[in-house]
């Protein structure tokens, strides 16, 4: 059995593929293979040369400085997105893209060439030839000390926004424009099995050809950024994020978007949902209307009401509510901290006016009535003095839930 480890193209974004990478060397997962295109050609080459530790320095210390020619592009890192997209066109424009020039110096600093040729890490990239108009595909013993660089920045020259790259006096653009998930090659290669780490970045994707391959597919489950804005802290986050989705991928943490030490959310579902279904209940027992009859026939709330609350349903209101109270997504929780993190959040929100609950929703100004937490504070208050209005659950109904919740959680003893 081979291994292959594939990385697609994408730019700023590759810092999560070595956030995967450090998760697949905790799990000691062998490597034979890898493959990249663009960025992911970047970030073979530390895999080849099992180079976590400079890989973790590039991507921690990057920023528009160590990319861009700063007289060409001169930019804040603090520029709005618009802007940012409205100089890689003027640049285009005026100068055919930017130079590529300083991501030499990257490879420079980082490129070992006894720890890559010598490694048992076999290596493949992507380019495409844009004066020939066809891919260009290049293993570890086509590639030489003085073409292994050409080649790989050729992969990662992200046409129109930097020039083609020049080698031989034929261009050379990002092997995204052919295959940006490079995971045939990796089979030409010898592959078996497959981890694909999809960056979902613009480019090409071809079908796998080979049907009997096992593929394990790894794909950002929050936002990791712009793939054309390079930035340290926005790195440092997609590399945890790419750590956290590897071990939800294998089993070893849990949750979606947010994560969680294994077992600790089957704990949490165990120990709370026999009360909340009853607290659920109880506010809504004897009420016959239409309303309540509106609020059944919600997505959220169908089954709920007559039936058992699923585990998925228990753990996605969780995750709602760390969304609503804006809890780190990159942390890796315990379930009581973070249960405690809801109550501390609960206790620092401000109460709202009802009065402009009511005012906003009249004018249908909902969407722009006042930020989630409160209106969560609003319905813990109300769960507390059993004066559930239902015409306001209908148009907030995660609200109500997540705020249900915490009631439940502050006071899991059920009283009849």
Not at 27 to 52: C, E, P
Not at 123 to 136: A, D, M, R, S
Not at 149 to 178: E, Q, R, T, V, W
């Amino acid at each position: 059995m081979k291994q292959a480890l594939v990385l697609s193209g994408g730019g700023a974004k590759g810092a999560y593929e070595i956030g995967v990478y450090k998760a697949l060397k905790k799990l000691h997962k062998q490597i034979d293979i890898v493959t990249g295109t663009s960025i992911g050609a970047i970030n073979g080459m530390f895999v080849t040369q099992k180079d976590l530790r400079g890989a973790l320095k590039l991507w921690k210390n990057i920023s528009f400085k160590a990319i861009y020619d700063e007289e060409a592009f001169p930019l804040l890192e603090d520029e709005k997105l618009a802007k940012i997209y409205m100089q890689y066109a003027k640049n285009f424009i005026n100068e055919g893209g930017l130079d590529i020039y300083k991501m030499k110096n990257i490879f420079n600093n980082y490129f070992k060439p006894n720890k890559f040729f010598k490694s048992n890490i076999n290596y493949g990239l992507v380019t495409y030839n844009f004066t020939k108009n066809k891919p260009i595909f290049k293993t570890k013993r086509e590639l030489t000390k003085e073409n292994i660089k050409d080649y790989i920045l050729a992969s990662a020259s992200c046409y129109p926004a930097f020039k083609p790259y020049i080698i031989n006096n034929d261009m050379y653009i990002d092997g995204g424009y052919y295959d940006n998930l490079p995971i045939n090659l990796a089979i030409d290669m010898g592959a078996t099995d497959v981890i694909a780490i999809d960056l979902r970045a613009i480019g090409f994707k071809k079908n796998v050809k080979n049907k009997s391959v096992n593929i394990t597919y790894i794909v950002p489950r929050n936002k990791i950024g712009s793939f054309l804005v390079f930035d340290k802290n926005q790195a440092k986050k997609s590399i945890k994020f790419g750590y956290n989705d590897t071990m939800k991928t294998y089993g070893k943490l849990e949750g979606d978007k947010f994560t969680f030490k294994k077992y600790n959310l089957i704990k949490n579902y165990n120990k709370y949902i026999n009360a909340y279904e009853i607290n659920l209940n109880k506010i809504f027992k004897n009420k016959n209307s239409l309303i309540l009859n509106k609020i059944s026939k919600t997505e959220i709330f169908k089954g709920i009401l007559n039936s058992k609350t699923s585990y998925n349903n228990f753990n996605n209101l969780l995750e709602i509510a760390g969304k609503i109270f804006g809890f780190d997504e990159s942390t890796i929780y315990y379930i009581k901290s973070y249960n405690k993190g809801l109550l501390n959040a609960l206790s620092n929100t401000e109460t709202i006016d009802l009065e402009k609950i009511i005012k906003k929703i009249k004018d249908k100004k909902i969407e722009d009535i006042v930020d989630r937490r409160k209106i969560v504070k609003y319905f813990y208050n109300q769960i507390e003095k059993n004066k559930i209005s239902l015409k306001f659950i209908l148009p907030f109904t995660n609200e109500f839930l997540v705020a249900l919740y915490i009631y439940t959680i502050k006071s899991p003893r059920i009283t009849y």
